[in-house]
């Protein structure tokens, strides 16, 4: 499988190792950066790109699914979810990795590299790449309802305001 990966200078020792780590395991991996630590880097435009590149692949026929973290992950979660496509899940457990995966079929996940040691962050992308999504009707009827408001601004029939 392929894996985008981006942090910020919060999340490099973690880049670093996941680079090693998954690549180890037979993933190809691609590092949407930082390449060197600069404490003043921003983390949308690394974070935007690997997204951007996971939902590229994946409409492309390419098995893929993308990693961003950084300090608390919740940034990086946000920049990450502006990609239209992108369903990222900010994880902190494994039960939230294994789910984010079988009932929201996310395609990025994001941690927060401060708030976990680097076994812990390691253990839940393991999990989250791991796990299948389940295809049950109602997650699938969700995730639909998602992709329609993302491109209409609406969802047809749950009287949801466009504006």
Not at 70 to 82: R, T, V
Not at 83 to 104: D, I, M, P, Q
């Amino acid at each position: 499988m392929r894996i985008h990966i981006a942090t910020d200078h919060a999340g490099l020792d973690l880049s670093h190792h996941l680079i090693t780590h998954l690549r180890a395991a037979g993933h190809e991996v691609i590092d949407h950066g930082p390449q060197t630590y600069d404490a003043l880097d921003d983390y949308p435009a690394f974070c935007i790109n690997a997204a951007q590149a996971t939902v590229d692949d994946l409409e492309g026929g390419i098995e893929a699914l993308g990693v961003v973290f950084g300090g608390s992950g919740n940034g990086e979660q946000m920049a990450a979810n502006k990609v239209t496509g992108a369903r990222a899940a900010l994880v902190w457990n494994l039960s939230t990795a294994r789910l984010a995966r079988e009932h929201n079929d996310a395609n990025v996940i994001s941690i927060g590299a401060r708030e976990h040691t680097i076994e812990e962050a390691t253990g839940f992308i393991d999990a989250f790449i791991a796990e299948p999504f389940s295809d049950e009707e109602r997650h699938v009827r969700r995730i639909r309802q998602l992709g329609e408001y993302e491109i209409t601004g609406t969802i047809a029939g749950k009287n949801v305001d466009g504006k």
